[in-house]
């Protein structure tokens, strides 16, 4: 399913064959019936995509906008006076969060793959996620089309978690500035992160999506880092060298880079690799010489091309960011975030791994 994990969250009883049949024919005629409707209305703004074909990012509010003094009102003086504060403040437009310039970039390859395929439905769907009251629905739809963004779903659950949302969206990515929820989704199985803003202002490239991915419990599972943790770092040499021809074990974002690639693929199709408004990046604390080639070798196992490979040997992560200047890095690491947040990178935290354990430990 788009965005799952493999391995993670409690186990469920699968539906019958019989069953599951018959609930995706009555979800292609429900899409049947919607899209005749729609197709019936004159309009230029194109039409959702169906989650089935689409790859969901679903945001949180406080994660596309910068709500921190909303939610200091919200917990100093409880739900009802937000309500009513965001209702005096509806017209009044809401400033970036740490995922706004990400969407964005985001959009911008929607707008570049419906030049080159008008008629195919397999883009990005940005779902707003968000547990806000359907009262504060107003500020949040005018600041989005003060932006000019392009989000036509919106999921508000009034105070109850969103998480069990995700699944019936196909969530392919979820993004919040909420831990705890990205901790719930992550252990949903889907792929998630906490995201954090900048402490530095920095300018954004407004032509190409850039996405910087660390390597162990991210795109790969933790099975490396559990020895390097447990064992030392001359021990997880030796353990990757032994082990260089085996591919690692996918991590929680291994399913956001192959839709990354899909999508590139696409540009290439039409002779755009060089023009191509998606460029994905590896940054890993990993050497390059001692422990490199497993991972590359796992990346083409998988038929995945990453676009820059940077292995940092143990050197800070934040100087090569600032380079970069991705839209998005992830990382399983507190502190390579907040490395990364001094130097001006919106980061996000994928709280996956035995990192958690030691993190929270200290």
């Known amino acids: 399913a788009p965005g799952t994990m493999s391995g993670s969250g409690p186990e469920e009883p699968q539906p019958s064959k019989t069953s599951e ?3 995706q024919q009555e979800a292609e005629q429900d ?21 089935q074909n689409a790859i969901t990012v679903a945001v949180s509010s406080r994660a596309l906008f910068n709500l921190v003094e909303e939610q200091r009102i919200y917990v100093e003086q409880g739900v009802e006076k937000y309500v009513e504060y965001q209702q005096k403040n ?29 008629d195919d439905e397999e883009r990005f769907d940005i779902v707003l996620m968000t547990n806000n009251h359907a009262q504060v629905g107003v500020r949040l739809i005018n600041s989005i089309n003060h ?22 969206y196909l969530t392919n990515l979820y993004l919040s500035a909420d831990s705890d929820k990205v901790q719930e989704a992550i252990e949903a ?16 490239s407004d032509t190409q999506l850039r996405v910087a991915f660390d390597g162990d419990a991210v795109l790969f599972s933790d099975e490396s880092e559990q020895i390097f943790k447990e064992q030392g770092l001359d021990r997880f040499f030796e353990h990757e060298q032994l082990n260089e021809n085996k591919p690692l074990a996918q991590g929680p974002l291994k ?22 408004p998606i460029r994905t990046y590896l940054v890993t604390a990993r050497s390059a010489a001692s422990s490199g080639a497993r991972v590359l070798k796992t990346l083409r196992s998988w038929g995945l091309e990453i676009d820059e490979a940077l292995f940092l040997a143990g050197a800070p992560k934040g100087p090569i960011l600032v380079k970069i200047r991705p839209h998005i890095f992830f990382d399983d690491q507190m502190f390579h975030i907040e490395g990364a947040q001094k130097l001006g990178a919106i980061a996000a935290h994928v709280p996956y791994g035995i990192a958690q354990k030691y993190q929270k430990s200290t």
Request: proline share 7%; charged share 25%.
């Open 189 to 204: 199985g889907i792929a998630s992160a906490t995201m954090f803003t900048a402490n530095k202002d920095v300018v954004y």
């Open 147 to 168: 932006y000019g963004l392009t989000i036509e779903r919106f999921c508000m659950t009034g105070g109850e978690s969103p998480i069990g949302y995700l699944t019936a």
């Open 21 to 23: 049949e018959d609930r």
């Open 90 to 118: 509806e017209n009044i437009i809401l400033k970036p969060g740490p995922a706004f310039y990400f969407v964005k970039a985001l959009e911008h390859v929607n707008s570049r793959l419906l030049e080159l395929y008008p």
């Open 31 to 51: 899409w049947a019936a919607a899209k005749a409707f729609y197709d019936n209305l004159v309009t230029q703004r194109p039409r959702p995509p169906k989650p």
């Open 255 to 276: 399913g956001f880079l192959e839709d990354l690639g899909k999508l590139q693929k696409k540009f290439y199709a039409k002779n755009e690799r060089l023009n191509c």
